[in-house]
C-alpha cells in the first residue's frame, strides 16, 4: 500500500505518519526529512536545499522529484510507503507516478490532515524537535518526559530553523498557491480522505483506524 500524507505546514503530518507506520507497518519518506539530513551532512543539495527552505519557498521540482527517486531505489521496501509532504505541486504528483511505475506500484489512498491555520500557528511556536533521531514534540501536549531531552536518543531538542512566525507564514502562503491545486487532483481520482486534527493526539488513532477501515 502506498500512501500519501498532504497538509498545510504544521497541520500533523509527522504526527500522523508516526500513528500509521505502528498500524500499517509502511515505510515513512519525508521529503522535508531528506532535506534536513542533507543540510545537516553539508552535501551539494542541501546546501542548495537551505536558501529555498529557510525562506518558507518550495525546493525546485526536479531537484526534489530526483533525490526521491534516488532514496527509494536506495530502500526498494515491497510492502510501500507513506509519502509525508510529497507531492506538493501537480509536476511532482505526476512525477510521483512515474517514479512507482518504475517499482510496479501505485497510489492508493491520499489523506488531507486539517487543522486551522491559527492552531497550527500556536502548535509550531510549541514544537520542538530531536537533531539526532528527528522525534516531535509539542511543549504542553506531546511533552517529552525529561524537559529538553529527547524520549527516545536523550538528544537535545530543538526548534526547526524554518519555524520562525515570519518563515511559517512563507510555508502557509506557499501551500495555498501550490499545494492545494493536489486536494482537487487527487480528488478526481476518488483517492482523497481528510482527517480532522484538531484534537489532541490521541484522539488520532481512532480517527485514521475510522478512515482506514471505510
Ligand atoms: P517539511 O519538513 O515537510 O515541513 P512542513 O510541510 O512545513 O510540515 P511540518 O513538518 O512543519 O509539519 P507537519 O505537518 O509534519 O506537522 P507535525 O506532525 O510536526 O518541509 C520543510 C521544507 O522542506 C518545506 O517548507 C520546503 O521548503 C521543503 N520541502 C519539503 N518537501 C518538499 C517538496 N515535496 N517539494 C519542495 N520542497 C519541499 O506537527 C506540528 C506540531 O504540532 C508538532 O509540535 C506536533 O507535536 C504538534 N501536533 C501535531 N498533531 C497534534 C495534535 N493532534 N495535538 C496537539 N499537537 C499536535
Ligand atoms: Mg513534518
Known sequence: MNLILLGAPGAGKGTVSAQLISLLGLT????????RQSIAEGTPLGIEAKHYIEAGCLVPDTLTANMLQEHLRSLSSSSGYIFDGFPRTIP??????????????????VLLVEVDYELICERISQRRVCPL?????????????RPGLCDHCAGELQRRADDSRETVMARLKTFEENTKPLIQFY?????????????PPEALREILRKVLST
Open 28 to 35: 515513512h519518506v519525508s521529503t522535508g526529512d531528506l532535506f
Open 92 to 109: 511532482q504528483a505526476e512525477a510521483l507516478d512515474r517514479i512507482l511505475a518504475e517499482f510496479n506500484m501505485d497510489i492508493d489512498l
Open 187 to 199: 480528488e478526481a481520482r476518488g483517492l482523497l480522505r481528510r482527517i480532522d486534527n484538531s484534537g
Open 133 to 145: 533521531c528527528g522525534a516531535s514534540y509539542h511543549l504542553t501536549l506531546n511533552a517529552p518526559a
